[in-house]
Antibody, heavy 119, light 110 residues
Framework: QVQLVQSGAEVKKPGASVKVSCKAS????????ISWVRQAPGQGLEWMGW????????NYAQKFQGRVTMTTETSTSTAYMEMTSLTSDDTAVYFC????????????WGQGTLVTVSS | QSVLTQPPSASGTPGQRVTISCSGS????????VYWYQQLPGTAPKLLMY???QRPSGVPDRFSGSKSGTSASLAISGLRSEDEADYYC???????????FGGGTKLTVL
């Protein structure tokens, strides 16, 4: 069965960076991409970007370009999302989800990682 | 402000049929498939409907989806208490070159 397991909760100070991991199992990692979606407290879902696990190609939402970097490590079937210059507005649960390029079909999701930005 | 528009709330009694709407534009719903996600309290979203009207394995046939023009809807018949959740629609947006979500609809089973 497809499973995406994310790293644990993080507490960061404003201006810091955070790196969240998403370890995939149960399928051929390089056959799909990984999207990252975040959800601020009490708010809806917001797509951040996508990375191909096959060749590392990325597609970032304009809002996050320059501040978010998505990478993958095929040897461990793990995807990473790093965000810099954190502010309190970045406090949210961050989800990874399996997805192909050009698709809104997120067929498997990680459990989510809470990132809290507070001084 | 979400690109796709959903009503913030919906409700029904057990056994009833409820419908949740999702309105977009020609660059998203009008030219691409719609996907629906169910998010139970405190959990990750789960794919509920793909390609506008297809149910993944394991999703009861009480759930159905449809799309017409730049709008889509999710119908739930035979409403059950365990259907109480947030529901989100999503579609690829050709102008933004990425997926967009609706703001979500909180379904309450009375």
């Amino acid at each position: 069965q497809v499973q995406l397991v994310q790293s644990g909760a993080e507490v960061k100070k404003p201006g810091a960076s955070v790196k969240v991991s998403c370890k995939a199992s149960g399928y051929t990692f390089i056959s799909y991409g990984i999207s990252w979606v975040r959800q601020a407290p009490g708010q809806g879902l917001e797509w951040m970007g996508w990375i191909s696990a096959y060749n590392g190609n990325t597609n970032y939402a304009q809002k996050f370009q320059g501040r978010v970097t998505m990478t993958t490590e095929t040897s461990t079937s793990t995807a990473y999302m790093e965000m810099t210059s954190l502010t309190s507005d970045d406090t949210a649960v961050y989800f990874c989800a399996r997805a192909n390029s050009g698709s809104s079909n997120f067929d498997s999701w990680g459990q989510g990682t809470l990132v809290t930005v507070s001084s | 402000q979400s690109v796709l528009t959903q009503p913030p709330s919906a409700s029904g009694t057990p056994g009833q049929r409820v419908t949740i709407s999702c309105s977009g534009s020609s660059s998203n719903i009008g030219s691409n498939y719609v996907y629906w996600y169910q998010q139970l309290p405190g959990t990750a979203p789960k794919l509920l409907m793909y390609r506008s009207n297809q149910r993944p394995s394991g999703v009861p046939d009480r759930f159905s989806g449809s799309k017409s023009g730049t709008s889509a809807s999710l119908a739930i018949s035979g409403l059950r208490s365990e259907d109480e959740a947030d529901y989100y629609c999503a579609a690829w947006d050709d102008s933004l070159s990425g997926p967009v979500f609706g703001g979500g609809t909180k379904l309450t089973v009375l």
